[in-house]
């Protein structure tokens, strides 16, 4: 079965620091990654996913991830905080293939962005 | 576009009584699925419709737990009877193919505290 750690479950950086919050997947086949976030009260919102093509992704709201196969992992960074970026990160994965329908998530890490 | 609506978005019970809940997905989703995080751990897969059939259902904890999506639109989860382990979010989503990596829309959750 898949697995998905997201190292850190809570974040602390101040407005306009970098942002990096990590993900690392344990298949030996590449899954599709995504990353989700919930904002206060509201569902999960998608900020990015990767399929198969480039392997840095850009998604909303200025994120991008990188995908390193050597690594297995997908981290989500910003180069500048906002304080509405202040959420709860989900990185999901979800096998290639015949079995790839439901997705498997990390733990979540809330992110606080200080003043 | 509506996105996943999900009713209620909060639910308190006692052990033993009986909670439904329910999830309107995307209009023309014909994907459906339900999951669950218990606080402070992962969200989990719990199972997934196509229109009105149960397409993978190993993620149900025990036989308390029901669901249907009777003519293939909204879904109903119930639990009968609710044990103190079923409190937490139970999260719907929908997508509108099973192609390889298509993208979940999560609904904002129903928040379950059985005491």
């Known amino acids: 079965a898949q697995s998905v750690t997201q190292l850190g479950s809570h974040v602390s950086v101040s407005e306009g620091a970098l942002v990096l919050l990590r993900c690392n997947y344990s298949s030996s086949v590449p899954p599709y990654l995504f990353w989700y976030v919930q904002y206060p009260n509201q569902g999960l919102q998608l900020l990015l996913k990767?399929?198969?093509?480039?392997?840095l992704v850009k998604g909303i709201n200025g994120f991008e991830a990188e995908f390193k196969k050597s690594e297995t992992s997908f981290h989500l960074t910003k180069p500048s905080a906002h304080m509405s970026d202040a959420a709860e990160y989900f990185c999901a994965v979800t096998p290639r293939g015949p079995d790839g329908n439901q997705f498997y998530f990390g733990t979540g890490t809330s992110l606080t962005v200080i003043p | 576009e509506a996105g996943v609506t999900q009713f209620p978005s909060h639910s308190v019970i006692e052990k033993g009584q009986t909670v439904t809940l329910r999830c309107d997905p995307i209009s023309g989703h014909d994907n459906l699925y339900w999951y669950r995080r218990v606080m402070g751990k992962e969200i989990k897969f719990l199972l997934h419709?196509?229109?009105?059939?149960?397409?993978?259902e190993s993620g149900m904890p025990n036989n308390r737990f029901l669901a249907e999506r009777t003519g293939g639109t909204y879904s109903t989860l119930k639990v009968q009877p609710a044990e103190l382990e079923d409190s937490g979010v139970y999260f719907c989503a929908s997508s509108q193919d099973r192609m390889d990596g298509e993208t979940q829309y999560f609904g904002p959750g129903t928040r379950l505290l059985v005491l």
């Open positions: 990767y399929t198969s093509a480039a392997t």
């Open positions: 419709f196509v229109k009105e059939s149960k397409q993978d």
